[in-house]
């Protein structure tokens, strides 16, 4: 770096006519011994853990933020870097990745959770296996609208799956349950007729839970993915997908099940033919 008075920076002409002492003892100008010119240069040079880096910025419009960032990925991975130079996506994408990856965890946990609560409230492991093993067909719906819509799993996407997951789940609690109410205080004898009364008593229930969530989401998924909008319309989206599946997994799916495996153990008489008699 060469540095000089105020004066001799006025021109690229006077910087060239800067003398230089040499090793030898001569004094040559500063053109002499380099290349003196303009070139345009950044105001400062941010690093990060000792690397340089430049950072390139700017704002999604009329476009969803992941379709964009899939192309700027696939517009990335098409460019030969030097050895020493990479690309790194910051900002909200960045931000959204790590979102999801907590909401995967907790989901993990959530899911751990509902199987115990089903436990304690039909106090009957197969039961319990039986309406949990059945909560992901309830989510064939919004896996099927996401891939129509956009095909992008999205935080707001992930949402809406436990949402739907938590609606199918206290459905198929308060349906099994009517199950082994009127089973137990009613007298209704296990068969199809109980499952057949239960669920049409649970019908009218579960559709309008249905019909009332999904009315208040018609407007999200109608005004599509406009800006501000990124979590809301992929929620909706897959919410949506998923009452439907969920609405009929309740109905008829999870009442035929429970016909075929939620016949109660009947505790075996060992003393089957033999009657006390007292002394």
Do not use: C
């Not at 910087?15 to 100008?29: A, E, K, N, S, Y």
């Not at 700027?72 to 460019?79: C, I, P």
């Not at 019908?203 to 969530?213: D, E, K, N, Q, V």
């Amino acid at each position: 770096q060469v540095w000089s008075t105020p004066a001799t920076r006025t021109s690229v002409t006077s910087v060239r006519q800067l003398p230089i002492d040499t090793p030898d003892g001569r004094v040559v100008p500063l053109a002499a011994v380099a290349e003196v010119k303009i070139e345009a240069t950044p105001n400062a040079i941010e690093r990060d853990n000792g690397s340089r880096r430049i950072d390139v910025g700017g704002n999604v419009v009329d476009r969803d933020l992941g379709s964009v960032v899939k192309d700027v990925d696939d517009a990335m991975e098409a460019v030969d870097l030097p050895l020493g130079y990479h690309f790194e996506l910051l900002g909200e994408h960045t931000a959204r990745q790590e979102a999801q990856n907590r909401l995967l965890v907790l989901g993990l946990v959530a899911a751990v959770f509902v199987l115990v609560l089903l436990q304690m409230s039909f106090g009957n492991w197969r039961l319990s296996l039986l309406a949990f093993l059945t909560l992901p067909m309830a989510l064939v719906g919004g896996v099927l609208a996401a891939y129509a819509s956009d095909g992008i799993l999205s935080l707001g996407s992930l949402v809406g799956f436990l949402t739907v997951f938590g609606i199918a789940a206290r459905n198929g609690i308060l349906m099994i349950n009517h199950f082994q109410y009127l089973e137990r205080y009613e007298g209704e004898p296990f068969g199809a007729g109980l499952v057949l009364r239960g669920a049409r008593e649970r019908l009218s229930p579960i559709l309008m839970t249905s019909l009332a969530t999904g009315l208040a989401l018609v407007p999200l998924v109608v005004a599509g993915q406009i800006p501000g909008h990124e979590v809301e319309h992929p929620l909706a989206v897959v919410v949506l997908g998923g009452l439907f599946t969920s609405t009929l997994l309740n109905l008829f799916v999870l009442p035929s099940l429970y016909l075929r495996f939620g016949r109660p153990e009947t505790p075996a008489n060992t003393d089957a033919g033999f009657t006390p008699r007292s002394a």
